[in-house]
C-alpha cells in the first residue's frame, strides 16, 4: 500500500472517530435532556424554590443568573436546583459573615477592657475606685437607653467614656463649684455639670 493511500485511510479513520464522537456527545445530551434539564423557557420563575424567612432575591444578581441560564438552555427544574444551592451559599456566607462581625467586635470589647484596666490614670491599683467613682454619674446621667448602648457597643468599657463619667462622679462627690474666677461664685446643679455650655 502506497504511502498516499495509507495517510488517506488515516483520514477517513479521524473522520469516523470524530463522527462517531459527535454521535456519542449527542446521545448523551438527549439522554440528559430526557430528565427534563435542558429546554429555556420563556421566563423563568422561582416560586417553586424554598426560601428561608424574610429572605428576598436581589434583582440584579437574579437577572444575570438568568441570563446564564438562558445561555446555557436550562431548564426551570436545572435552574430550581441551581438557585436551591445558591441561596443556601447566600445563607451561610452571610451567617459566617456575621460571626465574622460578632467575633470583631468581641476582640474590641476586650481591647477596651485590656486598655482600660492598665492605664496608668485610672487602672491598675486606681481602677476599683474609679469605677465605683464612675458609677455615681453613670447611674445619674445615662438612662436605660443609653446603657443599653453603651453595653451593646461595648462602650461602657472604653477608657474615654469611664474616665469621663469619673470625672463626672468626682465633681459630683466634691460638691464641684463652678466659676472660681467670676464675680459671683456659685454651686452648680447636676445637669449643668454635665452640659455646662448650655447655661
Do not use: W
Not at 483520514?11 to 427534563?36: C, F, P, Q, R, V
Not at 469621663?164 to 464675680?183: A, E, L, R, T
Amino acid at each position: 500500500m502506497s504511502e498516499e493511500n495509507l495517510q488517506q485511510k488515516q483520514i477517513a479513520a479521524l473522520g469516523e472517530n470524530a463522527y462517531n464522537n459527535a454521535e456519542t456527545e449527542n446521545l448523551t445530551i438527549a439522554d440528559s435532556d430526557s430528565e427534563g434539564y435542558f429546554g429555556k423557557p420563556d421566563k423563568y420563575d422561582y416560586s417553586g424554590v424554598k426560601l428561608p424567612e424574610n429572605y428576598c432575591y436581589d434583582e440584579n444578581l437574579l437577572n444575570e443568573f438568568n441570563e446564564l441560564a438562558g445561555k446555557y438552555n436550562l431548564s426551570q427544574k436545572s435552574a430550581n436546583e441551581l438557585m436551591s444551592i445558591a441561596v443556601k451559599l447566600s445563607q451561610l456566607t452571610g451567617s459566617n459573615f456575621s460571626k465574622t462581625l460578632a467575633e470583631q467586635q468581641r476582640q474590641k470589647v476586650e481591647n477596651y477592657r485590656y486598655s482600660l484596666i492598665n492605664d496608668r490614670e485610672i487602672g491598675g491599683a486606681n481602677f476599683d475606685k474609679t469605677m465605683r467613682t464612675a458609677n455615681i454619674a453613670y447611674t445619674q446621667f445615662a438612662n436605660n437607653e443609653v446603657q443599653e448602648i453603651l453595653t451593646e457597643t461595648g462602650l461602657n468599657c472604653h477608657p474615654q467614656i469611664v474616665k469621663m463619667f469619673y470625672n463626672i462622679g468626682k465633681k459630683m462627690q466634691n460638691d464641684f463649684i463652678f466659676g472660681v474666677n467670676s464675680p459671683a461664685v456659685q454651686k452648680e446643679n447636676r445637669e449643668d455639670i454635665l452640659y455646662p455650655t448650655m447655661q
